[in-house]
C-alpha cells in the first residue's frame, strides 16, 4: 500500500449523533483551503487504500479538521470511518480542493444555503467565516433530514444565530417526523408551495437571490426544477446564474 502521497493524520475525537450519523476531528498538516471546499480521506479497506471526498465543516482559520459524516448502507469507506477512535491514523490528500465556495458566487441581496443531510458540513464552514456577512444582507441556512435527531449542529446553529440576529434565518425540514419548529416534506415541495419562503419570511427570486445546494443529486435535481420557474437557472462562469450546486454522489 504506497502511502508516501498521502498526509498522516491523527483522529482527535468522533462525535456521535445517532447511531449513523458522526463528525469525525483530524489533526493533519493539509494546505490552505476555502470554506466550502473539501479534504480526501484515505484509508486502508480490505488491504486496498480506498479514498472518499468529505467537505470541511471547519472554517479555514480553525483547526483540528473536522467533517461530517453518514454511513452508508454497504459504505465501504463510512462503515470504516466510524470504526475510527483517537489517535487512530486517518490519510489525507495534501491539497484539498472543489469548487462550491463563495467567492464563486455572485453578490445578491439574500443567500440561500440549501443542505439535504450531512450537506450541512461545508455551509457552517462558510458560516463561520466573515465573507458572508459582509456580502449578503440576509442568509437563510435550510437543513432537510428524515428524523429529527439528524439535525446535527443544533447548538452551533444556534450560536450563528444569536450572532447575527437580523442577518441569519434558519429553517429546518423533517421529511419522515412530524416535529414543532420544522417543515414537514422535502425541500423541492416546501419552494413550490411557497411554505420556505413563508418560513423564512423571505422572497425567492432571481431579483433579489443565490442559491447553494448541497448534498443528494436526486434533491439537488428537483430542488433546480422547482427553481425553473421563478426564472432560476445553474449559475456558470460563462453565463451567470442564481443555482450553485455539490452533489455528494
Ligand atoms: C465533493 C464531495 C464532498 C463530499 N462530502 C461529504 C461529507 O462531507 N459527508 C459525507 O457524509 N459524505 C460526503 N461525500 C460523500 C462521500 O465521499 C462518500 O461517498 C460517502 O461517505 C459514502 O462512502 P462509502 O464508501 O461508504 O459509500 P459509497 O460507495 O461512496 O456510496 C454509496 C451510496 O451511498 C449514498 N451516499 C453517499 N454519500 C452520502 C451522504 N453523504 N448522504 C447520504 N447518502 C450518501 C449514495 O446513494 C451512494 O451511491 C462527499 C462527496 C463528494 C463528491
Ligand atoms: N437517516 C436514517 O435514519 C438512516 C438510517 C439508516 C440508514 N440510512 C441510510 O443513510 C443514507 C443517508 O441517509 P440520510 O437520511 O442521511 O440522507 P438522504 O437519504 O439524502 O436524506 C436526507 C434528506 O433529504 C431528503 N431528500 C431525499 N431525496 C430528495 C429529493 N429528491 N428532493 C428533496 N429532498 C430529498 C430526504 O427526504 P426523504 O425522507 O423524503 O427521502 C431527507 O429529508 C441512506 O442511504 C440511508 O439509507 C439512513
Known sequence: MGTTKWVEGTVVDQTRWT??????????????FEAGQHATLALPVNGELVTRPYSFVNAPKERPCEFHYVVVPEGPFSARLARL?????????????????????????????????TGIGPFLSM???????RRFGQIVLVHSVRHADELAYRDAVAA????????????TLTSREEVAGSLPGRIAETIEDRRLEKAARLELSPKTSQVMICGSPKAIGDITEALRPRGMRRHRRREPGHISVENYW
Not at 19 to 32: C, H, I, M, N, T
Not at 89 to 106: E, K, M, T
Not at 160 to 171: E, N
Request: a negative charge; glycine letters at 4%.
Open 85 to 117: 477512535e483517537a489517535m487512530d491514523v486517518v490519510f489525507l490528500a495534501p491539497a484539498p480542493s472543489g469548487l462550491f465556495v463563495l467567492s464563486s458566487i455572485p453578490d445578491a441581496e439574500i443567500l440561500w444555503l440549501l443542505a439535504t443531510g
Open 19 to 32: 447511531d449513523k450519523l458522526f463528525s469525525l476531528r483530524v489533526e493533519a498538516d493539509l494546505g490552505a
Open 160 to 171: 450563528l444565530a444569536r450572532r447575527y440576529p437580523s442577518q441569519l434565518r434558519v429553517v
Open 127 to 133: 458560516l463561520k467565516t466573515d465573507a458572508p456577512w
